[in-house]
C-alpha cells in the first residue's frame, strides 16, 4: 500500500488524481490532502476519502476547517495549516508519493520538499520546474528522488524516452504543438474577456492555466518545463 499526500486536492489535477485513485483502494491510500482557501471543497475531499492530514495553506482558515472536520464527525483527521506544514508534509516519513497539483509559484517549497526528501514526485505544478529548474534536478539527483511528469505532454514524452536508448535519445527532437483553446483562429483579440478565455472546448482546467492556454503563454512554460525535465536546450 502507498500512502499519497495530494497537494492542489481541490483544483483540476487533484480531482482527476483522486478519480483515479478510488479505482485501486488495494494500492493507495489518500494519506494527505491539502487545499489553499476551498474549506468548504477540501472538508467534502475528506469526507469522502478519509485521509489521515487535512492541510489549509491559508492559516486564517485553519479553525473553519477543524470545525467543518468536526461537524461531520472527522475530528480525528490531523488539521494542518500554512507554507511551513506544507513543506512538512512533502517531506514527511509517511509520503510516499507527493502529487504536486498546487497552481503557480506556491508549489515551489512543496516541491523542493518532496525532492529533498527522496520522494516520488508526480509533478503537475510546471511552474515549479519554470522558477528553480536546475536546482530542482540537482536536488532530485542528489536525494535519490523520482520525477514523472503529470504534464500530458511531457508525460508522453517521458514515456517514449525512457523505452529508447541511448543512440535514439541522443538523436530525438521534441516538437510540442498548440492550439490556443478558445482562441484559435482568432487573430483579433481586442475583445476577448476572461470568461471567453477560460472556456477551453476540450479541457475542463484551473483559470490560470486556461488563460495561460488561451494566451500561449502555457506553450511556453511547457518548452521551459521540457528543456529541464529532458535535457534538451530550447530551440
Ligand atoms: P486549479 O486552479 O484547478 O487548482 C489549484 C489547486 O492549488 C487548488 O487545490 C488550490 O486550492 C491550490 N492552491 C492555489 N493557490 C495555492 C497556494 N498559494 N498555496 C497552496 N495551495 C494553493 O489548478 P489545476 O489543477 O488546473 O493546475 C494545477 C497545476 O497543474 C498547475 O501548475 C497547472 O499548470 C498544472 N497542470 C494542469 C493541467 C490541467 O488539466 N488542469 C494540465 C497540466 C498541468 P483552493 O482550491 O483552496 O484554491
Redesign the pocket.
Known sequence: MQNIAI??????????TLDVLSHYPDRYRVFAL?????VR??VALCEKHHPQIAL???CSKKADLASGLSERGLSDIEVWAG?DD?VKLAALPEVDVAVL????A??LAPTFSAARAGKRLLL????SVVCGGALLMQSIKEHGAELLP???EHNAIFQCLASSNDHDRSQARIILTASGGPFRNRFDLSDVTPEDAVAHPT????????V?SATLM?KG?EVIEASWLFGFPPD
Open positions: 497537494f492542489g486536492a481541490t483544483g483540476s489535477i487533484g480531482g482527476s491539502t487545499a489553499n482557501s476551498r471543497d477540501l489549509i495553506a491559508d507554507e506544507l497539483a498546487i497552481v503557480g506556491a508549489g503537475a505544478n510546471k511552474e503529470v504534464d500530458s479541457w475542463q482546467m484551473g483559470r490560470k492555466i486556461s495561460d502555457n512554460l
